[in-house]
């Protein structure tokens, strides 16, 4: 018995240092995806000035590989409960390379929306490996924690990718750059997480009540849908994750011509495009702090209970928006400002939605499965973002388009309200 104790304190720090590799190794890797993601972003001023495109037909592009995105989101994430998280990010990351350096070769906009919509359906992976991961990882207990943290890899992968497009577009190079330096740096990353992501944890390493055992069982398709529909929260996911993914997809398409039409209209001068596209970073920045400090909050109110801290966070953020919509606010210094508040009060609300909220609803037996079907309701929701956005921006001006974005925070914001009403209601009875 002496000895078994003595197994247990000792298995406890290794995993734990297990735990944190993992958790690094997966920042890191999530965190890269944006490099050949934020690059079609950054690219569409670029694009517009090339070849003439206008916003609608700029937002047409973004939304069919939106789309696509969100089909491969279900498809990947049933995939992943199959082979595993780890190789589904892989596979994910060998197929973003590809069709990001195809984008870059390419020409005519039948070949972008093509090779843009291939790319998407690769990284629709992503995410759904690394949840997967982290089921077998790490406890519930723990999961707002882990995945507020984790959250803060498509924050920082965006900060750091949109300052490198601009460092690129800044030295005057083609629009083509971009499509050739983000995949080559990205493939450095994926050789770094297919030699340093091995190995699970093991029954035998540490007690069930700690971690989570590579034993736990895992739920075939065919019980995994059933059990998910039969979910009251899942169906809030769903719900929440349509509306802040439009939100957010809304922000990170546009954010960058947006403020490039400001910094021309303010008479900013050269570079407006390269600054521009710089500063638009200040969006997912701010979402590294709203991350970390909601994830950590909403573990006190424990699973179920989430939406409080979600709701409340959101009534700001509407606020925000508005003030963007019509403070008259001039140069993209204050502009840039006011996009910031905005992404502070939004971005925690949604890494808890396509985190730990995702967590809560699944545990282990359905970990990519749920994720897949939360994140692709979402990115169907995205998909409106290029034509409606777009749109309605082209004819009706920015300010309107940000009204529809407040909309749509608003809405969240009720149907987190309900959701915690709701998980009051279920943990009483």
Known sequence: MKERVEEKANARPAQSRGSAGVLAILLIGYASFYLCRANVDAALPLLHDAYDYDKAKLGLLSSIATAVYAVGKITMGMIGDRI?????????????????????FSAGFAFFVLFAAVNRFFQSGGWSGLVHVVSRWFPPGKHGAVMGALSTSYEIGNVVSLLLCGAIVKMKLSWRALFMVNPALFACVMLLLYFTLRGEPTSTSTSTSTLISTSTSTQSLREAIPFLVKNSSFWFALVLSVLLT??????????????????RASGEGEGAVSASIAKSAIFPATGVVAALVVGRISDFFGPGKRTTVLAASLFFHVIAVLVLAHGHLHGTTSAMLAIGACGIFLLGPYSLMAGAIALDVAGTRAAATAAGFIDGAGYLGASLVGIVLGGVAEKYGWSASFDVVAFAGFAAMVVGVIATIHGRKSTMS
């Open 84 to 104: 595993g998280g780890r190789r589904l990010m892989l596979l994910a990351m060998a197929g973003s390379i590809a069709a990001t350096l195809a984008f870059g």
């Open 246 to 263: 439009f939100v957010r997809h809304g922000f990170l398409t546009w954010t960058p011509t947006f403020l490039t039409e400001v910094a």
